[in-house]
């Protein structure tokens, strides 16, 4: 996986920081800065503060006595974060993040901010529900689409909105064939296979969320990465993307279990870079063929359009009115397509389960470039037990 020479903390914060918070990576990470608390950073040998100071950013050697959180990360470490290799949330998976005083969560509500800093990457906060296109028109997110619409409405539909739902794309019969595909796969599964990720009942069962590598294992699903009417919609924005079969887990099958979970089979608001390599992953395009279908009832993809290409801080319940907030549900046979980095959720059923949502993802050259055969972010994750995950992301 890609690399970065260690930034030194102390030369960054005298010779960078001061010339990035004048200038627009400050007045970006101005947007990120309401309701936060200042937050210490322990980097080394290192220490600073950061906090808000009115509307604008503020940073101070050494840990202020208002720091309601302190944390501690190693210079490599920091690095990551500095960089987007790694993300606060992949560094707390791996325990490479701690805090002293206070909680991580504090470092992840800062987190855009601090995108914005360090990147540059815009903070999304939208005015109202309301979604519109380059030229300033509105856009219905919930659109129903088709493949007979022509490119160019499916491309300024996708450009506005980073996110859409394409019905009746794959028959019947092609879904029975993938349906009894990943039935196979699904019993050839096991705990410790590397092919797959594994949640927990509350009784501490074991229960299959999520098949990877199924591209490596089946003729018809591995044929998807060729498929016309996928490469069409992947290509539509970026005609440089390629399906990946052998890294970045290949082609997955999300499975949707009912009932209380621990670990990532319900995965709340994220981005697909947001364990971190945005650089390298970004414009990627992931599209979900529905085998199942989807509703509140077994489980769909959550949304907020307009989201992608910026950094969207994750909503509260209670923010979603406010919001250009999208719920999808399909039918089978129907693909949803999205953004890597659109903010999107997959929540738990609110009734039975049992949702099946196979996915193939379209990623840039310089994934290929730096990301090998077998590798992908995602290793984190599956190495790790659902109650590791959740003991890191504190939860």
Known sequence: MLGHDRIDAETYHRDIVPGLLIGEHGRRAEAGLSGLDPIGMRIGDGAWTYRPNGSRLRIVEGID??????????????????????????LAIAGDVRAERGGLVDLFRWEPALRALYQGIEIYLPHGTEVFDRQGRKVDPAAELTLDHSDRELAEHFTATGVMRVRGVFSAAEIATFEAEVDRLA????????????????????????????????????????????????????????????????ISVLLKPPGRLKGLANIPWHTDCGLGGHHIMCPSVAIGIQLTGSSADNGFLEAIPGSHGRTCPQPRAEDLADLPYLAVPTDPGDVTVHMADVLHASPAPAGVGGRRTMYVTFHPPTLFEHVGPGEAVNDLIRSRTASELDAGLGR
Do not use: F, K
């Not at 006595?65 to 490599?76: E, H, K, T, Y």
């Not at 705990?191 to 590598?213: K, Q």
């Not at 591209?215 to 498929?227: C, K, M, T, V, W």
């Open 187 to 250: 019993a050839e599964a096991r705990p410790d296979d590397d092919r797959s990720w594994w949640a927990e009942r509350e009784n501490g069962e074991s229960v299959l969320c999520r098949i990877v590598y199924a591209s490596e294992r089946s003729a018809p699903i591995g044929a998807l990465a060729r498929d016309p009417r996928l490469v069409r919609l992947a290509t539509l924005i970026h005609p440089d993307l390629a399906a990946s079969t052998d890294r970045m887990e290949g």
């Open 65 to 90: 006595a208002d720091a309601g959180c302190v944390i501690r990360l190693s210079p490599d470490a920091w690095t990551d974060l500095v960089t987007q290799l790694r993300t606060a949330a992949a």
